[in-house]
């Protein structure tokens, strides 16, 4: 199993000093600990990942080629042939891609070029239901809280912790997508509150809580169905919802492009020809139909060139429909040293908007 995680995601790596912790914990048999099974139970871990090389190895098809590494660090090794270099230089990226950043990050209307500390655990505030939030609470103060269930809900709630944790560390700040892998332990974890609600009774009546389960999952559902289909924009109550999303935070948290074809469609609607468009995605808009004046945004053509000579005035706009990117209004990414560009529109809101990451500025006379 650790072998099929490796090589199908070298995020899951991240575990590797998680799992070492967790071996080291109070948390097995009859919660009793001492140095030598720790110790044996550490020494196991470490086993299970020597053996789980070859795994990977072979999912990576034996490869055995020339190394070929970036960082000063490594380079020595490039012209030695060995095993899987495809798989070490995809960790060498990842710890220099959260070492440095790709770009600078987005949070709360705030840019850094080194990323934000906290910019993982806040995005989970934001980004995550607030009855998951509140189930999250209650399972942590009862499940923890209680004899009989703490080492079990302490299983699964340190690992979610060390993750959050390790990923304050990280200077690629660029989506809540990054927290996946924590959430299957946050899930489970709130599912154990469904033995305790069902036998548990409240002391004002003699119903008991299984009656609030349906409820409950039928308050998640309504959830998912109030964003359908902009699922990956969403943003809870407390943040402002999905239409206030772009303040707070932008990337993949809100904005990967996705909303291309509906401005497709709001510009049959509203019977707009052409609008002057700064995009953040890598598809054609001419593909959807789109008759479009590229504004600076992506880093493709024509958008990435347009940084350097931008086709409006950037204190007094010409008139026109402008559609923007949430990324491309807040400029992230634009190449090293640029100016700003759409600080005009960044003072206004917006005329309309397209979905949650695309929106309009309708410029007069």
């Known amino acids: 199993g650790m072998g099929l995680a490796f090589g199908s995601k070298l995020s899951a790596l991240v575990f590797v000093p998680i799992w070492g912790v967790m071996a080291l914990l109070p948390l097995y048999g009859n919660g009793q600990w001492s140095l030598r099974v720790a ?28 190394f070929r590494f970036q960082s000063a660090l490594l380079s020595g090794f490039n012209g030695v042939r060995g095993p899987m270099p495809t798989f070490w230089a995809g960790i060498e990226q990842i710890l220099l891609l959260t070492g440095n950043g790709r770009y600078d990050a987005f949070l709360l209307g705030q840019f850094s070029s080194t990323g934000f500390p906290l910019y993982f655990p806040i995005t989970f505030l934001l980004k995550t239901p ?13 499940l923890v809280g209680n004899g009989r269930t703490r080492r079990r809900a302490l299983f699964l709630a340190i690992p979610a912790a060390l993750y959050l944790l390790l990923s304050t560390q990280s200077s690629l700040n660029i989506g809540y997508r990054h927290l996946l892998p924590m959430l299957p332990f946050l899930y489970v974890l709130i599912s154990g509150l469904a033995e305790r609600l069902t036998v548990h009774r409240l002391p004002f009546t003699v119903y008991r809580f299984q009656f609030l389960l349906p409820l ?22 407390a943040a402002g919802g999905p239409e206030n999303g772009w303040r707070l935070l932008i990337d993949s948290n809100i904005d990967w492009g996705q909303d291309l074809l509906r401005l497709q469609q709001w510009m049959a609607e509203h019977d707009v020809a052409q609008v002057k468009l ?21 880093p493709n053509q024509p958008y990435w060139s347009l940084w350097s000579g931008s086709p409006f005035n950037e204190d007094n706009p010409e008139p026109g429909i402008y559609a923007i990117s949430v990324s491309s209004l807040w400029e992230i990414p634009r190449p090293v040293g640029q100016k700003y560009v759409y600080h005009w529109f960044r003072a206004r809101e917006p005329d309309d908007r397209v979905g949650y990451s695309i929106l309009i500025y309708d410029v007069r006379e």
């Open 39 to 66: 110790g044996k139970r550490l020494w196991h871990f470490l086993l299970a990942g020597l053996v789980s090389l070859p795994v990977v190895w072979a999912i990576f098809g034996f490869e055995w080629r020339l």
């Open 130 to 142: 607030l009855l998951t939030l509140l189930l999250l609470l209650v399972a942590l103060v009862w």
């Open 216 to 237: 409950l999952l039928l308050a998640h559902v309504a959830t998912a169905v109030t964003i359908h289909p902009h699922y990956l924009s969403f943003f809870n109550r």
């Open 278 to 298: 700064g995009w953040f995605g890598t598809a054609d808009p001419a593909y959807y139909g789109i008759a479009n004046e590229p504004l600076p945004g992506m």
